[in-house]
């Protein structure tokens, strides 16, 4: 028989990792719910047409898309992010301004699977639409700030950028398109395909025969317009004023075309080279209305959870929760006993686990063992006979016996409950 494996850049997330997954979930759900987020819950797939509108030089949509025509002749796509799917909600609903959601789920993309990059991973995001405020930008830089506090990541750093309005970025752009095709011929031959496509892209590219072009490059600072200049300022002074650390890094473009204003990267400095953007957002005025709606600020961030993850395994914080069974029932006698003891402590709200198959003695501890419990409770014949069970403590291997009746009593107080 042929078996399978998961595919390129997928993985099966197991215990006890899945527990920390759905943990870190829940901590985001608990920061950004109380800063008056409601959460959202988009489709996984949605016409095509939804993610063209990230941009047409950004990679995720020309080259990494997971698109195909269902059988219904509809040209579809797994999202390879939640923002366009916020934004056609938006559209979609017409929520009452300003609109705050979060969101956690996969996205995918088909990229070159490595460690910290897959094909299919998971985020957690917020979204605010309909508020051009500079004080919304540092609050919800603040709120991924204060969720990676919470996780307990400390080597966390955090770049910001403006790229403008739309008019800026494009003088910008054709500003920098200027400078690199005057010396083409310095630049890599893949930074020469960049060029064609998205001269800012050019600026993110880490090969050193290009780092002297890039180091001479027109500087996005001079291209601001005054308001989108004055906003960058503010944005800056209110991060200040709520303590939140930042470097200014005009070189910071983003790897979708979405974005105007205010744009940021969270690094982690605990990682290798290829994965360490754990997260990034920003502003991206235009895309409620190219999306058909009306004329609608936003701004936002996504974090990826696998790369968090894994800085988190990297500063030894953010542990597995514990398992939550609490006492593991060890039935010698055919394994009715352990289906009815399991029942009453489960009733009673407390973890309970127990084995089957009428396994030995040794094998159940063992079991018992490795399932976490702190108490096993124990029947055997002479329990049976007298309507009895033995308590035991893992930890200490100390047992006493108690009547039936007092079982669920005496694991309340054995377990400080
Ligand atoms: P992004 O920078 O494409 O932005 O993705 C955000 C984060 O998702 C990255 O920093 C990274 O941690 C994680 N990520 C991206 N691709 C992969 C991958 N292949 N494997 C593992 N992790 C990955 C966005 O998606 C925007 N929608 C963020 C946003 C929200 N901007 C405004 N609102």
């Given at each position: 028989m042929p078996t399978f494996a998961t595919s390129p850049g997928t993985r099966d997330i197991l215990a006890p990792d899945a527990a920390r997954w759905r943990h870190f979930q829940q901590v985001f759900a608990d920061v950004v719910e109380s800063a008056g987020f409601a959460h959202i819950i988009p489709p996984m797939f949605e016409d095509l047409g939804v993610f063209l509108r990230v941009g047409e030089t950004t990679e995720i949509v020309t080259k990494e898309m997971y698109d195909f025509e269902d059988k219904g002749g509809r040209r579809v796509a797994l999202r390879p992010e939640q923002t366009a799917s916020v934004c056609r909600a938006f559209v979609e609903h017409r929520p009452v301004v300003p609109w705050k959601v979060w969101y956690a789920g996969p996205n995918f993309r088909y990229e070159k699977p490595q460690q910290g990059r897959y094909r299919q991973f998971d985020q957690v995001g917020i979204e605010v639409l309909g508020v051009?405020?500079?004080?919304?930008?540092?609050?919800?830089?603040?709120?991924?700030?204060?969720?990676?506090?919470?996780?307990g990541l400390q080597g966390v750093s955090l770049s910001l950028n403006s790229l403008g309005d739309s008019g800026d970025r494009d003088r910008y752009a054709a500003a920098l398109r200027?400078?690199?095709?005057?010396?083409?011929?310095?630049?890599?031959e893949e930074s020469r395909v960049t060029l064609e496509r998205n001269p800012l892209r050019v600026l993110d590219s880490k090969r050193r025969e290009d780092a002297p072009l890039i180091a001479a490059a027109p500087r996005m600072a001079n291209h601001l317009s005054d308001a989108a200049a004055a906003h960058f300022v503010a944005v800056q002074s209110a991060l200040l004023a709520a303590g939140v650390k930042f470097a200014v890094d005009d070189r910071l473009v983003r790897g979708l075309d979405y974005y105007r204003r205010t744009t940021f990267e969270f690094v982690s400095t605990s990682l290798a080279a290829a994965h360490t953007a754990i997260g990034g957002g920003g502003r991206y005025d235009g895309l409620v209305a190219e999306l058909g709606g009306p004329d609608t600020p936003g701004?936002?961030?996504?974090?990826?959870?696998?790369?968090t993850l894994l800085a988190c395994d990297a500063e030894g914080v953010f542990a597995s929760p514990a398992s939550r069974v609490d006492v593991f029932v060890v039935d010698a006698v055919g394994g009715s006993a352990a289906t009815a003891i399991c029942a009453e402590l489960r009733a009673a709200g407390f973890g309970a686990d127990r084995a089957y198959d009428e396994k030995s003695m040794k094998s159940q501890m063992k079991s018992a063992d490795r399932s976490g419990a702190k108490v096993a409770i124990i029947v055997g014949e002479d329990e049976r006979t007298a309507g009895a069970a033995i308590l035991r403590t893992m930890e200490d291997g100390l047992q006493q016996t108690v009547q039936r009746g007092d079982l669920v009593a005496t694991v309340r107080r054995m377990l400080g409950r």
């Open positions: 051009d405020d500079p004080q919304l930008d540092a609050e919800v830089i603040a709120l991924a700030v204060e969720f990676y506090r919470r996780l200027t400078h690199f095709q005057a010396n083409v011929d310095a630049l890599s701004i936002g961030f996504a974090l990826g959870l696998d790369r």
